[in-house]
């Protein structure tokens, strides 16, 4: 089994029956190949796990890969598993509040558990690491020119 943890971009922020579309779409597809995860969703920009049989992990980051001029993708992390960490997910969304909003307040429940998970070994302790800071806006994805390549910036915090 492997994890992959790549990033990328949106054109546009997704619509709620967009984004509701592509998720009843990719869950489909992930639970007939045997592929689980979770995906970080914050305006354009997401992170996304997908923990599967080798081949199948392979097989669905090369489709997307064949589409990075659309998405700009980076892989951030490939690592050997013996277990998922998102297991319980095909594609779980985790979507922090809007600003303003309370943690607690309209925070889907992916969020919270997630934010509650401890890594029992050094590849999850990563994979959380990552999505935290990714969460928290340490870093993201930047491609100002789409000719040139693509660039994963730490951010200082917004107070």
Known sequence: MIRLI??????????????????????SRNRR?????????????????????????????????????RYGLVLVARHLINAPLFGQWHLGLIQPPPPGEESGQGMPPTMAEVQNMTGKTADESYTLKVINDFIRGKWHRSQIDPSQPVVLRRQRPVF
């Open 33 to 69: 190949n045997g592929l689980c995860g979770a995906m970080v969703l914050m305006g354009r920009d997401f992170l996304q796990i997908i923990e599967g049989p080798e081949a199948a992990v392979e097989q669905m980051y090369d489709q997307l890969s064949s589409q990075s001029h």
């Open 6 to 27: 790549f990033s990328g971009s949106l054109s546009a922020v997704p619509s709620p029956a967009q984004l509701n579309a592509f998720l009843g779409d990719s869950r």
